[in-house]
């Protein structure tokens, strides 16, 4: 499968190495990095390595890579706190999106609130 990069995009910089970022987990498809601002005692990003814009377009486009995606996140909270784990997709800027290429934030490592 061809990744496609999007040439002014963070995450896809980020995933080539052209940014630096501290890396928990990679695979062919799919990369891991903890979030440069953490919201939680672990806070960790799982993207494919693939642009896509948002969640839904990834669905669309490649629902096994969602799927992997959930995977990914489920075995870093297995290791970080029992496999437990908060997954958020903010899809629109005004639902919070700042970075338009999908990315799972994974929230474990303590209990949460709410
Ligand atoms: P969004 O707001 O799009 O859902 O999430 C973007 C996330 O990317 C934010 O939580 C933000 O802290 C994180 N972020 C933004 N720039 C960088 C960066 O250069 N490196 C890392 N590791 N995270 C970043
Ligand atoms: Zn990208």
């Given at each position: 499968?061809?990744?496609?990069?999007?040439?002014?995009?963070?995450?896809?910089?980020?995933?080539?190495?052209?940014?630096?970022?501290?890396?928990?987990?990679?695979?062919?498809?799919?990369?891991?990095?903890?979030?440069?601002?953490?919201?939680?005692?672990?806070?960790?990003?799982?993207?494919?390595?693939?642009?896509?814009?948002?969640?839904?377009?990834?669905?669309?486009?490649?629902?096994?890579?969602?799927?992997?995606?959930?995977?990914?996140?489920?075995s870093l909270a297995?290791?970080?706190?029992?496999?437990?784990?908060?997954?958020?997709?903010?899809?629109?800027?005004?639902?919070?999106?700042?970075?338009?290429?999908?990315?799972?934030?994974?929230?474990?490592?303590?209990?949460?609130?709410?």
């Amino acid at each position: 499968r061809i990744m496609m990069s999007e040439p002014d995009c963070l995450f896809c910089k980020i995933i080539a190495g052209e940014i630096p970022s501290e890396k928990v987990y990679e695979d062919e498809t799919t990369y891991a990095f903890k979030d440069i601002s953490p919201k939680a005692a672990v806070h960790v990003l799982v993207v494919p390595k693939h642009h896509y814009a948002n969640v839904a377009e990834l669905a669309g486009a490649d629902a096994a890579q969602l799927a992997h995606m959930v995977q990914v996140a489920q075995s870093l909270a297995d290791d970080a706190f029992h496999g437990a784990y908060r997954l958020i997709f903010n899809t629109g800027r005004d639902a919070g999106q700042s970075v338009f290429h999908v990315h799972a934030h994974v929230l474990t490592g303590e209990t949460l609130d709410e």
